[in-house]
């Protein structure tokens, strides 16, 4: 018998209104306005509720003045407010363009208009990290901030968004792992994720890599960032949260590949575990390769915020 969890039965979509056809006539003209099913997404939700968790986190340590080199926090309460705004449009379109260049650059330059769909689905978090950080660098700027210590701040709060990103990813049934015979694996609903080769009693168990991810990267990495944040004084050590952030991500992404299920298109015959760089029967995954650069600029800044 299959030791597995099956899936809960948890729509993607939490409320569904639908807007009555309402048809008027102005003149000799008629027009009719509605007649459409206006959706509430978890996955939505999981983006609001991460930024405003995230903004609450900064709010109190901008507010603590103590945990501060010389009392000053790297920008004010008023500040904030403007760098929300640049955040979430970084995220936006920086996970839009990463999926769109990292995993599927062929499909959607044949198909253009498809990248601007994004309630189609297909966010790249090294995409949205990319934005991030050059959201973050035109905020600075505007605003005559110091780069590093503003990015100490948003690190600290980063994983509050990736905690209820992933568990998003695991309602909507997406980003599942690879086949596994562990008792905690997922029976995933869906044709392709119930195509497996070691099917028994022709149900597939996956690997709940979200879960994973939500684990390492959200709740154990936003733990440590917090307690270095409020109980220590790591924001004197300027670039150490941010260098901590990027290396925790990194290694946790970098781990969670090895079980996770890759796109499809990078699957082939010749290359059925989805290697992106194949080195005869080694190789890397997208995920992996776009995390070592995080890995080696987090260990960086980590080994020089240390540096007395």
């Known amino acids: ?5 099956p899936f809960p039965d948890i729509s993607p979509v939490l409320l569904a209104l639908n807007i009555p056809q309402w048809q008027f006539n102005l ?9 459409f099913e206006l959706a509430v997404r978890w996955y939505a939700l999981a983006y609001i509720a991460g930024v405003l968790l995230a903004s609450w986190m900064m709010r109190l340590a901008i507010r603590k003045i103590g945990i501060w080199p010389k ?7 008023k500040n904030l407010e403007d760098l929300i705004t640049w955040l979430i449009i970084g995220i936006i379109i920086g996970g839009r363009l990463g999926y769109v260049l990292f995993y599927k650059p062929l499909y959607y330059l044949q198909d253009p208009i498809a990248a601007l769909r994004i309630f189609d689905g297909g966010m790249s978090f090294h995409g949205g990290f990319l934005g991030v950080i050059l959201a973050g660098i035109l905020f600075c700027r505007k605003h005559q901030i110091s780069i590093l210590p503003a990015a100490d701040v948003m690190a600290m709060s980063a994983p509050a968004g990736l905690l209820f990103g992933r568990l998003a990813n695991f309602i909507n049934a997406e ?8 008792p905690w694996g997922v029976i995933f609903p869906g044709y392709d994720a119930q195509t497996c080769s070691n099917a028994i009693m022709g149900l597939c168990a996956r690997h709940p890599s979200q879960l994973y991810e939500a684990l390492g ?12 944040t409020f109980q220590t004084p790591a924001l004197r050590r300027t670039g150490l949260l941010t260098g901590i952030f990027a290396f925790g991500y990194g290694l946790t992404r970098f781990l969670v590949e090895l079980v996770r299920q890759p796109d499809a298109h990078f699957q082939s ?26 890995l080696i600029i987090g260990l960086w800044l980590i080994t020089k915020s240390l540096k007395p």
Do not use: C, D
């Not at 018998?1 to 969890?5: G, R």
């Not at 000799?28 to 007649?35: M, T, V």
């Not at 009392?71 to 309460?77: Q, V, W």
């Not at 992106?276 to 995390?291: D, E, R, V, Y």
């Open 1 to 5: 018998m299959l030791a597995s969890i």
């Open 27 to 35: 003149g000799n003209a008629n027009f009719s306005l509605g007649g």
């Open 71 to 77: 009392g000053k926090p790297a920008f004010t309460e």
């Open 175 to 182: 980003l599942w792992g690879r086949e596994t015979l562990l």
């Open 217 to 228: 990267e959200g709740l154990i990495l936003g733990i440590i960032l917090l307690y270095l």
């Open 269 to 294: 015959l010749e290359n059925p575990v989805g290697y992106a760089l194949q080195l005869h029967q080694w190789g890397l995954t997208m995920g992996q390769i776009l995390s070592l650069p995080m």
